[in-house]
């Protein structure tokens, strides 16, 4: 299946909503792949746009429960979600709030995962990146990932699945641990090599120093994490 969403150098959204960008298409693609979300009850964590929800729902979900804090994303994926009829419903919340409607058969998140400066070192990101909260996760990237894992079993139904997308620089070793750690199964599914778009290009300098980015790089890995449940 071929998602309707795969041109992303110019997305047609607000600034003030996380434009879809190589993150999300890697994670629509790795969902597809997979082959787990048809006829089955699947959440979308930090939904941003709602991209991913859609095309979950389109990948055949029986009902798709997307989550987001920001009021202004709600509202943009409640738009976007228009195209697919009643199969999405948006909710505003934090990502946590989805305990309240699971178990989920499938799990699907893009959460803010850059670290960030606590010094505030790091140049400025230009206007069209989105909001800051939507990629900003802390002094590891670690802010929304490890409570995300920690909740892993409560979320997924037995048997469910969850996919996880995320960049080098926030450590994909210690997220397959920390699922691991919460008692499910764990891999990398997906991964590709993209060049630093305006948020890594401004931060990248620090990222270098502190090593959480290989010196010399103009381009970073992210991954697709695939984890059980046992």
Not at 58 to 85: N, T, Y
Not at 128 to 140: C, H, I
Not at 201 to 230: F, K, N, Q, Y
Request: glycine content about 8%.
């Amino acid at each position: 299946m071929t998602s309707a969403y795969t041109d992303f150098d110019t997305p047609e959204i607000a600034v003030d909503v996380y434009p879809p960008q190589e993150d999300s298409q890697l994670l629509i693609d790795a969902m597809v792949q997979a082959d787990v979300v048809p006829g089955a009850r699947v959440a979308d964590l930090c939904t941003g746009s709602g991209v991913v929800a859609v095309a979950a729902a389109v990948a055949g979900a029986k009902e798709v429960s997307a989550f987001d804090i920001c009021h202004k994303a709600v509202q943009r994926a409640r738009e976007e979600a228009l195209c697919v009829g009643n199969r999405v419903a948006v909710h505003r919340g934090s990502w946590a709030r989805a305990i309240e409607f699971g178990p989920f058969d499938v799990v699907l998140a893009n959460p803010p995962y850059v670290p960030v400066c606590p010094t505030g070192e790091g140049g400025a990101v230009a206007a069209t990146a989105g909001p800051s909260r939507a990629w900003d996760a802390g002094p590891d990237g670690r802010l929304v990932l490890d409570p995300m894992c920690a909740a892993a079993p409560r979320l997924l139904d037995e048997g469910g699945t969850m996919l996880i997308v995320q960049s080098e620089c926030s450590d994909v070793q210690r997220t397959l641990r920390a699922l691991r750690e919460h008692g499910m199964s764990a891999e990398v599914i997906a991964q590709q090599l993209i060049p630093f778009g305006p948020v890594m290009t401004a931060r990248a300098p620090w990222l270098m120093r502190a090593g959480l980015l290989s010196r010399g790089g103009r381009c970073e890995r992210i991954v697709v994490i695939r984890a059980d449940a046992l």
